[in-house]
């Protein structure tokens, strides 16, 4: 499977690149750094009681995720990233010390975007598209193979959608009508 995701990421490479792209994906990807957009996106919607419910689905989901990314899938897979096989690679961000498996900036990316599928607002749209340049990003950037952002990209929406759950299921009915 290596060999097939590497000649995609050298396709990317060979075909997709360019100066332009080189300056604004290392910006795209360094929002998703620790989830530090989602994080503040999460805080500012906390704040405001109109939007608390769904800051606070963000909020949960990006734990979730976080918990199963890092501290359960990663370490158990152990899988080395792209540019540790292919070396030759210029890389155009410092190098992450984690495994590859699954994409944590994906995964964290559309575990909040998932979290504001269901408002009614349509402020899920470009969220949406955010976490799918971030994931796009790491591709560009051959920090993850294909799989790794798919998965991230997987793992973030259940993420999403049993943080929604969750609260549908209890937080819904402790909260005050006003904030949900």
């Known amino acids: 499977m290596n060999e097939a995701e590497i000649k995609i990421l050298d396709f990317i490479r060979k075909h997709m690149t360019n100066e332009t792209g080189d300056a604004v994906m290392p910006l795209i990807s360094s929002l998703g750094d620790a989830g530090i957009v989602w994080i503040i ?3 500012t919607m906390i704040i405001i009681p109109k939007t608390r419910r769904y800051g606070l689905i963000i909020a949960v989901s ?6 199963l990314c890092n501290l359960l899938l990663k370490p158990v897979t152990a899988r080395i990233r792209p ?3 292919n070396p030759l690679v210029d890389i155009l961000v410092k190098k992450p010390n984690d495994y590859s498996f699954p994409s944590g900036h994906t995964g964290a990316s559309f575990a909040a975007a998932s ?3 269901g408002w009614k607002k349509r402020f899920w749209i470009p969220v949406t598209v955010l976490a799918s340049l971030i994931g796009f990003s790491r591709l ?4 993850h193979y294909p799989t790794d952002v798919l998965s991230g990209a997987v793992l973030g929406i259940l993420s999403g959608v049993l943080s929604v759950l969750i ?14």
């Open 41 to 43: 996106l999460a805080l």
């Open 115 to 117: 979290s504001l599928w």
């Open 83 to 85: 540019y540790d096989v």
């Open 167 to 180: 609260f549908r299921k209890t937080v819904d009915k402790m909260m005050p009508a006003g904030e949900k």
């Open 62 to 67: 990006l734990i979730i995720e976080s918990l």
């Open 140 to 143: 560009y950037l051959y920090m």
